[in-house]
């Protein structure tokens, strides 16, 4: 995993002679990984390349990488006796500590990780894969291709990664036992983000079947920088699209978090994204823009465990074929202008109203033929509610449609969740209990049950105009 003394001279004195020069003064020529042995052939292992060249972007404290567009094959393992990794993997993009700017120009690049290697628990004398009860922790027995195809850690210049495919090629590993609390929570994750309190730019990514997660986000809690991730496409990964688990002010525009857990693979909880802060950190101040979240094995957005709080969703769409559309349980989230196909649950309420989840302009479908399956989720509820919420307070319904043209039915909800200026209707015969707090002006229409139900201004259900009460 190391690059010969002679091969590092050749390469700085290339690099400082092809340096040049301009008013703000010496600026370094772009690094390659060719320039440390990199083949980029389809078929020669380049991990060693990109080891040796991110260790001398971190002794020089940044630089820019620039890549071909070609493909570089990447991922490698060495047989251990007495380590918790019976088969260890070798870095391959790691940057820790950079002060200065870390760029990454993908144009067009692969980065594909190579056939045939083992990921889960395998014995290590044999390299036969080992079953054990689940949940299980005991180390000697785990395997992966790699932690992180590009590790970005504690760097406080700015961060920017573009014009890059990351191809797990999950389908092709050796898969074996599983390991954790359930499924396998092995690393092997695209991009991991971790404690950066400088910018971060992510654009163009193509992160798809990593066994783990496409993305991780584990940023700091106190950072004024803020990171934004354009075009990022996230799909076919086997627990997460992106998981979360740390920091805040992180805005994701025109991104897609879908098919988790649908290629080789699924580990809990299969999520597009999955709000989850961990290890005493906090998550906040989340945007997601134009984004969708769809087909995955768990739900499209999950937000239930750890200090979480404050996500905007800004006409981003949410597609669940097999699980929920989102499950937003956490303080401050806020969908406006969202599309859902298949239901939605635990929408987190509370006393405050501030603090509760609130839907505004927002549009509730059932139609297969908006999904890219033909699948729409029922949900647990065997009626099909579009929204289970038995006791969910002061959820907000603000100028929202439900336009049930199939299966489902409209909310079950009690008279702690609002509806304002809403229409509700649902062509499937199953009694509906929209059973909310009617502010404005409410139009119903299906077999629907209002009983108990608080009206606070107009409700017209099937045509007939209901008591203020």
Same mark, same amino acid.
């Given at each position: 995993?190391?690059?010969?003394?002679?091969?590092?001279?050749?390469?700085?004195?290339?690099?400082?002679?092809?340096?040049?020069?301009?008013?703000?003064?010496?600026?370094?020529?772009?690094?390659?990984?060719?320039?440390?042995?990199?083949?980029?052939?389809?078929?020669?292992?380049?991990?060693?390349?990109?080891?040796?060249?991110?260790?001398?972007?971190?002794?020089?404290?940044?630089?820019?990488?620039?890549?071909?567009?070609?493909?570089?094959?990447?991922?490698?393992?060495?047989?251990?006796?007495?380590?918790?990794?019976?088969?260890?993997?070798?870095?391959?993009?790691?940057?820790?500590?950079?002060?200065?700017?870390?760029?990454?120009?993908?144009?067009?690049?692969?980065?594909?990780?190579?056939?045939?290697?083992?990921?889960?628990?395998?014995?290590?004398?044999?390299?036969?894969?080992?079953?054990?009860?689940?949940?299980? !922790? #005991?180390?000697?027995?785990?395997?992966?291709?790699?932690?992180?195809?590009?590790? +970005?850690?504690?760097? @406080? %210049? *700015?961060?920017?990664?573009?014009?890059?495919?990351?191809?797990?090629?999950?389908?092709?590993?050796?898969?074996?036992?599983?390991?954790?609390?359930?499924?396998?929570?092995?690393?092997?994750?695209?991009?991991?983000?971790?404690?950066?309190?400088?910018?971060?730019?992510?654009?163009?990514?193509?992160?798809?079947?990593?066994?783990?997660?496409?993305?991780?986000?584990?940023?700091?809690?106190?950072?004024?920088?803020?990171?934004?991730?354009?075009?990022?496409?996230?799909?076919?990964?086997?627990?997460?699209?992106?998981?979360?688990?740390?920091?805040?002010?992180?805005?994701?525009?025109?991104?897609?978090?879908?098919?988790?857990?649908?290629?080789?693979?699924?580990?809990?909880?299969?999520?597009?994204?999955?709000?989850?802060?961990?290890?005493?950190?906090?998550?906040?101040? !989340? #945007?997601?823009?134009?984004?969708?979240?769809?087909?995955?094995?768990?739900?499209? +957005?999950?937000?239930? @465990? %750890? *200090?979480?709080?404050?996500?905007?969703?800004?006409?981003?769409?949410?597609?669940?074929?097999?699980?929920?559309?989102?499950?937003?349980?956490?303080?401050?989230?806020?969908?406006?202008?969202?599309?859902?196909?298949?239901?939605?649950?635990?929408?987190?309420?509370?006393?405050?109203?501030?603090?509760?989840?609130?839907?505004?302009?927002?549009?509730?479908?059932?139609?297969?033929?908006?999904?890219?399956?033909?699948?729409?989720?029922?949900?647990?509820?065997?009626?099909?509610?579009?929204?289970?919420?038995?006791?969910?307070?002061?959820?907000?319904?603000?100028?929202?449609?439900?336009?049930?043209?199939?299966?489902?039915?409209?909310?079950?909800?009690?008279?702690?969740?609002?509806?304002?200026?809403?229409?509700?209707?649902?062509?499937?015969?199953?009694?509906?209990?929209?059973?909310?707090?009617?502010?404005?002006?409410?139009?119903?229409?299906?077999?629907?049950?209002?009983?108990?139900?608080?009206?606070?201004?107009?409700?017209?259900?099937?045509?007939?105009?209901?008591?203020?009460?």
């Amino acid at each position: 995993m190391t690059v010969t003394r002679r091969s590092l001279l050749r390469v700085a004195a290339a690099v400082s002679a092809l340096s040049a020069t301009g008013r703000a003064g010496a600026r370094v020529q772009a690094i390659t990984p060719e320039g440390f042995g990199a083949r980029g052939d389809g078929t020669t292992d380049d991990t060693a390349a990109f080891a040796a060249m991110a260790a001398f972007v971190n002794a020089r404290g940044g630089g820019e990488i620039v890549l071909r567009r070609t493909t570089y094959m990447v991922g490698r393992q060495k047989r251990q006796l007495d380590s918790d990794y019976a088969f260890e993997p070798a870095p391959i993009m790691e940057f820790t500590g950079c002060s200065r700017p870390l760029i990454i120009r993908g144009n067009g690049a692969t980065l594909r990780c190579r056939s045939s290697l083992r990921y889960g628990t395998f014995h290590s004398m044999t390299g036969r894969p080992s079953r054990n009860p689940m949940p299980y !922790l #005991r180390g000697g027995e785990l395997a992966t291709p790699y932690r992180s195809m590009i590790r +970005v850690e504690r760097c @406080s %210049g *700015p961060v920017a990664i573009t014009d890059l495919e990351l191809d797990g090629n999950l389908e092709r590993l050796l898969v074996g036992g599983q390991y954790g609390d359930v499924g396998w929570q092995i690393p092997a994750v695209g991009i991991h983000l971790i404690d950066n309190t400088g910018p971060e730019n992510l654009s163009r990514i193509h992160s798809h079947h990593h066994a783990l997660d496409g993305l991780m986000i584990d940023g700091p809690d106190r950072r004024n920088a803020v990171s934004n991730l354009n075009d990022v496409v996230s799909e076919y990964n086997g627990r997460q699209g992106c998981s979360v688990l740390g920091g805040r002010g992180y805005t994701f525009t025109r991104c897609k978090f879908n098919h988790t857990g649908k290629a080789k693979i699924a580990s809990a909880p299969g999520a597009g994204v999955d709000v989850e802060a961990e290890a005493g950190k906090h998550v906040g101040d !989340l #945007r997601f823009v134009n984004c969708e979240f769809s087909n995955n094995v768990g739900a499209g +957005v999950t937000a239930d @465990s %750890g *200090p979480s709080e404050g996500a905007l969703f800004e006409r981003c769409t949410f597609i669940g074929t097999t699980n929920w559309a989102a499950w937003p349980n956490k303080p401050r989230f806020r969908f406006i202008g969202c599309n859902f196909v298949g239901p939605i649950v635990h929408a987190f309420g509370d006393a405050d109203p501030a603090r509760a989840c609130q839907f505004h302009d927002c549009i509730f479908r059932d139609d297969p033929a908006l999904s890219p399956t033909g699948q729409v989720y029922g949900g647990e509820n065997s009626s099909r509610p579009i929204a289970d919420l038995p006791d969910n307070h002061n959820v907000m319904f603000n100028h929202c449609r439900f336009l049930l043209t199939h299966q489902a039915v409209l909310p079950w909800t009690t008279n702690v969740v609002i509806f304002a200026d809403c229409i509700l209707s649902q062509r499937a015969r199953a009694q509906s209990y929209p059973r909310g707090t009617f502010v404005g002006r409410n139009v119903l229409t299906g077999n629907i049950a209002l009983y108990s139900a608080r009206i606070r201004g107009e409700v017209i259900l099937n045509g007939r105009r209901l008591s203020t009460t």
